[in-house]
C-alpha cells in the first residue's frame, strides 16, 4: 500500500484587541487606492454639513489579501441580504426631499 501525503493539522489562530480596537472606529466613506504592490484603504467619517473629514484608521495591504477581503465581504453581503433583505445604494433609492 504507498503512502499517501497528509496534511498537516490546521492551526487554530488566537486572537488579541486592545479595548480600545475592540470599540471599534465609525466610518461611512472608504477610499481606496492602490500601486502595482499594496492597497491603500483610508477609512473617514463624513458629519452632515462639514466640509472636513478625518482619516479614522488607514490599512495598507497586498493585492492577493486585498481580493480575499473582496470575496468575503461579497459573501457576508449576501449572507445579510438574504436574511434581512436588499441593501440599497444611494443611486437605487431615486430623489431624496
Not at 504507498?2 to 490546521?10: G, H, M, Q, S, V
Not at 477610499?31 to 479614522?56: C, G, I, K, M, W
Not at 449572507?79 to 430623489?95: C, H, M, S, V, W
Request: aromatic share 6%; charged share 25%.
Amino acid at each position: 500500500m504507498a503512502d499517501t501525503p497528509t496534511k498537516p493539522p490546521e492551526m487554530q489562530l488566537q486572537v488579541q484587541m486592545s479595548e480600545e480596537v475592540s470599540n471599534g472606529q465609525y466610518s461611512n466613506l472608504v477610499l481606496v487606492n492602490h500601486t502595482d504592490s499594496e492597497f491603500v484603504l483610508d477609512f473617514l467619517y463624513v458629519q452632515p454639513q462639514q466640509p472636513l473629514a478625518r482619516v479614522r484608521s488607514r490599512i495598507i495591504t497586498g493585492p492577493r489579501h486585498a481580493k480575499r477581503l473582496l470575496k468575503a465581504l461579497q459573501e457576508n453581503v449576501q449572507r445579510y441580504e438574504a436574511r434581512f433583505g436588499t441593501i440599497p445604494l444611494d443611486e437605487d433609492e431615486g430623489p431624496r426631499h
